[in-house]
């Protein structure tokens, strides 16, 4: 059962190995450190890790395989996708905990924490864009009954392409999370739209946060 389950898409094996990294890292870094550096490099290890295995299935994975994802692995990845976006979210907060806690720190160290901090925003800003990725995937190709007949869902008409692969997912998407507004790929379904909705007001939100951490992050360097 469980190599059926990492032969597939589902993210529930991924995320409970990206887990148990990021334990494994806290359990095993020096007791010295500060809280919020312990937190947010377990968080790394785990986000980067997750990222990792999940970009190495998703480049593999053809329209086929995509829709047998879409058919057979989608219970769960509703709360899966909200947990990684909240957990992405709350990282990229936790820097600011990190970055005020200077008094004290050597040069090297106010160095690393600022590294910590850009491999933090970026790995969040990754996740949460990829997350969305998949999730309009998986909307896209799961099978709706029409006059009596299983057609996939659909909802995204891209130009010239009615079986897109991961790589289209992840063009609209992070088209979405850099500009907040979508590109020449037309949403045609109510749940598209409510997706591509959340995902721009979340992608506001979440550039407005990363450019103040910036800010922050510069300011440190001062």
């Given at each position: 059962m469980k190599l059926h389950l990492l032969k597939n898409f589902d993210p529930r094996p991924r995320l409970f190995i990206a887990i148990g990294v990021a334990?494994?890292?806290?359990?095993?870094?020096p007791p010295w450190l500060h809280l919020p550096t312990r937190i947010l490099c377990a968080w790394n290890s785990g986000a980067d890790f997750f990222l990792a295995i999940t970009w190495w299935k998703m480049l593999k994975a053809t329209p086929e395989k995509i829709r047998r994802y879409a058919e057979n692995q989608?219970?769960?990845?509703?709360?899966?996708f909200m947990l990684v976006i909240a957990a992405a979210c709350a990282s990229v907060l936790a820097i600011g905990f990190l970055l005020t806690d200077k008094k004290g720190l050597s040069t090297i160290l106010l160095t690393l924490h600022v590294i910590l901090a850009i491999m933090t925003i970026v790995g969040s800003w990754l996740l949460v864009?990829?997350?969305?990725?998949?999730?309009?995937?998986?909307?896209?190709?799961?099978?709706?009954?029409?006059?009596?007949?299983?057609e996939i869902t659909g909802g995204l008409d891209f130009p010239n392409n009615k079986y897109p692969d991961y790589w289209e997912f992840l063009y609209y998407s992070f088209v979405i999370g850099m500009t907040s507004q979508v590109s020449d790929?037309?949403?045609?379904?109510?749940?598209?739209?409510?997706?591509?909705?959340?995902?721009?007001?979340?992608?506001?939100?979440?550039?407005?946060?990363?450019?103040?951490?910036?800010?922050?992050?510069?300011?440190?360097?001062?």
């Open positions: 334990v494994l890292i806290s359990v095993i870094l989608y219970e769960g990845h509703l709360a899966i864009h990829t997350m969305f990725a998949v999730q309009y995937a998986h909307i896209y190709y799961k099978y709706n009954s029409r006059n009596n007949k299983q790929v037309q949403t045609t379904s109510k749940n598209m739209r409510r997706l591509t909705l959340l995902h721009g007001i979340l992608s506001f939100f979440f550039n407005t946060t990363i450019l103040a951490m910036s800010i922050n992050i510069i300011a440190s360097l001062i």
